[in-house]
C-alpha cells in the first residue's frame, strides 16, 4: 500500500505538465490546419482538400480528429456543405 502511493507521487512530481495525462499516453497538441498554413486556402469547389475533413461515410470529422480551431471548423463545415450541394462530395457514402 505504501509503495502506491510513493509511486503516484513520483508520477506526479516527474516533468508533470498540461499535456501529460496519468491515465493514457502523451496526448499531442494538435494545430489547427488553416491557421498553421498561411497559404491554405479552403476552396469548396477542391474535393481533395475537403476529403481530408470527412469519413469515408461521407460525414464532416469532429473539431477533436481535425484539430481545427472553432472558427476554421465553420468554415470546413460550411465549405463540405457548399461541396455537397454541387455534388463533389457525398451527403452519405456506402462503405
Ligand atoms: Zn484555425
Given at each position: 500500500m505504501a509503495d502506491k502511493s510513493k509511486k503516484r507521487n513520483n508520477m506526479r512530481n516527474k516533468d508533470y505538465d498540461d499535456d501529460f495525462n496519468p491515465k493514457m499516453k502523451k496526448i499531442k497538441k494538435k494545430v489547427c490546419p488553416l491557421c498553421g498554413d498561411k497559404n491554405f486556402v479552403l476552396d469548396f469547389?477542391?474535393?481533395?482538400?475537403?476529403?481530408?475533413?470527412?469519413?469515408?461515410?461521407?460525414?464532416?470529422?469532429?473539431?477533436?480528429?481535425?484539430?481545427?480551431?472553432a472558427k476554421h471548423q465553420r468554415d470546413i463545415t460550411l465549405a463540405v456543405k457548399r461541396a455537397r450541394h454541387i455534388a463533389i462530395l457525398p451527403y452519405a457514402a456506402k462503405d
Amino acid at each position: 500500500m505504501a509503495d502506491k502511493s510513493k509511486k503516484r507521487n513520483n508520477m506526479r512530481n516527474k516533468d508533470y505538465d498540461d499535456d501529460f495525462n496519468p491515465k493514457m499516453k502523451k496526448i499531442k497538441k494538435k494545430v489547427c490546419p488553416l491557421c498553421g498554413d498561411k497559404n491554405f486556402v479552403l476552396d469548396f469547389k477542391n474535393a481533395d482538400q475537403l476529403k481530408k475533413f470527412i469519413n469515408d461515410k461521407g460525414k464532416i470529422l469532429p473539431r477533436r480528429t481535425t484539430g481545427a480551431c472553432a472558427k476554421h471548423q465553420r468554415d470546413i463545415t460550411l465549405a463540405v456543405k457548399r461541396a455537397r450541394h454541387i455534388a463533389i462530395l457525398p451527403y452519405a457514402a456506402k462503405d
